[in-house]
């Protein structure tokens, strides 16, 4: 073959050559661009589902704080008017006194327990659980009842339950007004009351759950004190 004819056709299938080698590293370089794509994709999908875990946590337990109930109304039905139907106890019903007591007492734990829960994160879906409050605890003598008679058991949630348990705040004012008669003599008690009342009649924040921020906050403050009595 002449050699002008052969140098040529050498070029020509080595530059071929190179285009195929070309063609293939890009091949392979789409490949793992569409490979390293997928997997930014998943772990942005992963990141995404860390960040709203503990939102989807708080939501179940929003859940499970305000519905707990249910488990024992469905065990014992003629509980459920004392709760929803603004039915008050009476001798001769068949539900015992005691029961419908024990019902109030875990009722409204798992109402504070969501208020507070509230009250620090913000999260937390406070709308359905204010809505859910408010309507048991105006639906039901025995919660009212309670919540009156152990106020001092619901430090951090207490004000919140009286404010939702009310229509108005004038309401809620003379509510606390009546706990502090009724605080006896115990001083401190009645003077948290007293605090109490003070902070709604010169709050114009008086929605439920900042005024749970309020005692959650003063709380706090209370036990820095506590624990560094000289303000070292």
Known sequence: MNTELLIPLLTFGGTLLLVVTGLLNFSVFVRQL???????????????SARQQPQIQLVQRAMAETSDHLKILIEKPYLRPYFYDNKVWVEGDVASLNEVKAMAELILNNFASAIIHSAVFPEYPVRGVEETIRFHLR???????????????????????????????????????ELISIAGADGAEKARRERLLGHLESSDKSHPMELAKYSLERAGAEMDITDDPKGD
Do not use: W
């Open 139 to 177: 639906h039901s003598p025995a919660l009212r009842d309670f919540l009156m008679e152990s106020f001092d058991r619901f430090q951090l949630a207490g004000l919140a339950l009286i404010c939702l348990k009310n229509e108005t705040k004038v309401d809620a004012e003379r509510d606390l007004r």
């Open 34 to 48: 569409r490979a390293a794509r997928d997997q930014l994709e998943t772990a942005r999908r992963q990141l995404e």
